[in-house]
C-alpha cells in the first residue's frame, strides 16, 4: 500500500490523477494538498471527497513545516508533484507568481523529502511532472522531443518548470534522492480550466461570444487525453527507474485552427445554435514568444514500461466535447469573478 501525497490535485490534471488512482488502486492512502488558487477547484473531486483513503488538505507547498507534518503524520513514501503556474498567457502579463510556486515551491517540497526520506533509499518516489514546453519550439519538419533534447523555453511558465526539473534532477544527483520526472504534451479532458484551447472554444461557442484564435492559428501541438496520461504516471510510479525522464506524448499532432472548427463542427451537429458556432471564430494578435510547435516521442516509456496511449484524438475529442455539454454548470461557476477579469485583459485589447 502506497502513501501518496498529491500536489495541486484540486486541478484540472491532479482532480483526474486523484479520481485515476482511487479508482485502480483503493487501498492506497492519497492526501491531495492545494493552495486552491483560481485553478483549483474542490467541485473537481465531489465524487472522492467521502472516500475513506483520501484527504484533502488546504495549504501551499511552500510550507515546509506543513508539508513536513503531512510527510510524519502520513508516513509519506511518493510524491506526485503536479502543484503548478501553468498558463504561458498569465506567466507573460505576471512571471513572479510562477517563480515563486514552481521553482520555490518544488525547492521547499524537495527539501522536506530529502530530510524525511533520508534513511530510506528504496520504498520511496518523488515523481515531478513537468511539460514538454520546456525544450522550446519545433520546426515544421523537426523530430519530436525526445528524453535527450536540450532544454529552451521561451516562456517565462516554461523557463520556470525548466528550472523547477533541473532542481529534481539536482537532488537526485547530489543527494541521491528518489527522483524521476516526466514531461508530457498538451492534456486537454474533463475539468479544464477554461483559460485552455479546448474548453475556452466550447464555452465561448456555448455563450456565443468570440471564439479567440492566436496569429493565424497554425501553431501545432501534440494532444494527450488527461486519462491517458494518468496511466502513464501510474506506469512511471510501478516501474519506472530512479533518475530517469520519461516523455509522455499522445501522438497527435493538430494545428490551432484545425481543433477549433472540429469542436465548432461537432457542436453544430449536437448542440446546434442560431448559426455555425464557426462564424464565431475571432483571430487576435499573437502573444509574445508562441513556440510554433510541441511534438513528444514517446518511445521510450513505450518501449520500456509498456505504456501506451489509449484514445486517439477524435475518441477523446468527442468524450470531451460530451461532457462539457453535460457539465455547464461547472463551467459557469470557475469562470466567475476573477475568470472575467482575466479573459478581459488577456483577449479585449487583442482583436483585430
Same mark, same amino acid.
Given at each position: 500500500?502506497?502513501r501518496?501525497?498529491?500536489?495541486?490535485?484540486?486541478g484540472?490534471?491532479?482532480?483526474?490523477?486523484?479520481?485515476?488512482?482511487l479508482?485502480?488502486?483503493?487501498?492506497?492512502?492519497?492526501?491531495?494538498?492545494?493552495?486552491l488558487?483560481?485553478?483549483?477547484?474542490?467541485?473537481?473531486?465531489?465524487?472522492v471527497e467521502?472516500?475513506?483513503?483520501?484527504?484533502f488538505v488546504h495549504?501551499?507547498?511552500?510550507?515546509?513545516?506543513?508539508?513536513?507534518?503531512l510527510?510524519?503524520?502520513e508516513?509519506?513514501?511518493?510524491?506526485?508533484?503536479?502543484?503548478?503556474?501553468?498558463h504561458?498567457?498569465r506567466?507573460?502579463?505576471?512571471?513572479s507568481?510562477?517563480?515563486?510556486?514552481?521553482?520555490?515551491?518544488t525547492?521547499?517540497?524537495?527539501?522536506?523529502?530529502?530530510?524525511?526520506?533520508?534513511?530510506?533509499?528504496?520504498?520511496?518516489?518523488f515523481?515531478?511532472?513537468?511539460? &514538454?514546453? $520546456?525544450?522550446?519550439s519545433?520546426?515544421?519538419? /523537426?523530430?519530436?522531443?525526445?528524453?535527450?533534447?536540450? %532544454? =529552451?523555453?521561451?516562456?517565462?511558465?516554461?523557463?520556470?518548470?525548466?528550472a523547477?526539473d533541473?532542481?529534481?534532477r539536482?537532488?537526485?544527483?547530489?543527494?541521491g534522492?528518489?527522483?524521476i520526472?516526466?514531461?508530457?504534451?498538451?492534456?486537454y479532458?474533463?475539468?479544464?480550466?477554461?483559460?485552455?484551447?479546448?474548453?475556452?472554444?466550447?464555452?465561448?461557442?456555448?455563450?456565443?461570444?468570440p471564439?479567440?484564435?492566436y496569429?493565424?492559428?497554425?501553431?501545432?501541438?501534440d494532444?494527450l487525453?488527461?486519462?491517458?496520461h494518468?496511466?502513464g504516471?501510474e506506469?512511471?510510479i510501478?516501474k519506472?527507474?530512479?533518475?530517469?525522464?520519461y516523455?509522455?506524448?499522445g501522438?497527435?499532432?493538430?494545428?490551432?485552427? &484545425?481543433? $477549433?472548427?472540429?469542436?465548432?463542427?461537432?457542436? /453544430?451537429?449536437?448542440?446546434?445554435?442560431?448559426?455555425? %458556432? =464557426?462564424?464565431?471564430?475571432?483571430?487576435?494578435?499573437?502573444?509574445?514568444?508562441?513556440?510554433?510547435?510541441?511534438?513528444?516521442?514517446?518511445?521510450?516509456?513505450?518501449?520500456?514500461?509498456?505504456w501506451?496511449p489509449?484514445?486517439?484524438?477524435?475518441?477523446?475529442?468527442?468524450?470531451?466535447?460530451?461532457?462539457?455539454l453535460?457539465?455547464?454548470?461547472?463551467?459557469?461557476?470557475v469562470?466567475?469573478?476573477?475568470?472575467r477579469?482575466y479573459?478581459?485583459?488577456?483577449?479585449?485589447?487583442?482583436?483585430?
Open positions: 500500500m502506497r501518496i501525497l498529491v500536489t495541486g490535485g484540486a484540472f490534471i491532479g482532480s483526474n490523477f486523484v479520481r485515476y488512482w479508482k485502480h488502486h483503493p487501498r492506497d492512502r492519497l492526501v491531495n494538498l492545494d493552495l488558487t483560481y485553478a483549483g477547484n474542490l467541485e473537481n473531486l465531489r465524487d467521502s472516500r475513506e483513503q483520501y484527504r495549504g501551499d507547498i511552500s510550507d515546509g513545516v506543513l508539508v513536513e507534518h510527510f510524519r503524520e508516513e509519506i513514501d511518493t510524491v506526485v508533484h503536479f502543484a503548478a503556474e501553468s504561458v498567457d506567466s507573460i502579463t505576471g512571471p507568481a510562477f517563480i515563486d510556486t514552481n521553482v520555490m515551491g525547492f521547499a517540497l524537495l527539501e522536506v523529502a530529502r530530510k524525511i526520506w533520508a534513511t530510506d533509499d528504496t520504498a520511496c518516489r515523481l515531478h511532472v513537468s511539460t &514538454d514546453e $520546456v525544450y522550446g519545433l520546426g515544421p519538419n /523537426d523530430p519530436p522531443f525526445t528524453e535527450r533534447h536540450s %532544454y =529552451a523555453p521561451n516562456s517565462p511558465y516554461s523557463a520556470s518548470k525548466a523547477s533541473h532542481l529534481v539536482a537532488y537526485g544527483e547530489t543527494y534522492m528518489q527522483v520526472t516526466t514531461n508530457c504534451s498538451n492534456n479532458g474533463p475539468f479544464q480550466f477554461p483559460e485552455k484551447l479546448i474548453p475556452l472554444v466550447i464555452a465561448n461557442a456555448l455563450e456565443g461570444s471564439i479567440p484564435v496569429g493565424d492559428g497554425k501553431n501545432i501541438r494532444w487525453y488527461v486519462d491517458d494518468c496511466s504516471l506506469a512511471v510501478e519506472g527507474r530512479l533518475g530517469e525522464v516523455n509522455i506524448g501522438s497527435n499532432e493538430w494545428c490551432n485552427i &484545425d481543433i $477549433v472548427q472540429l469542436i465548432c463542427q461537432r457542436l /453544430d451537429e449536437l448542440q446546434p445554435g442560431k448559426a455555425p %458556432y =464557426a462564424g464565431l471564430i475571432t483571430f487576435v494578435s499573437d502573444r509574445p514568444g508562441h513556440d510554433l510547435r510541441y511534438a513528444i516521442d514517446s518511445d521510450k516509456i513505450q518501449t520500456t514500461l509498456g501506451s489509449a484514445h486517439d484524438f477524435q475518441s477523446g475529442i468527442e468524450q470531451t466535447i460530451k461532457w462539457y453535460e457539465n455547464r454548470e461547472w463551467c459557469e461557476h469562470r466567475s469573478g476573477e475568470y477579469q479573459y478581459e485583459q488577456q483577449y479585449g485589447q487583442r482583436v483585430g
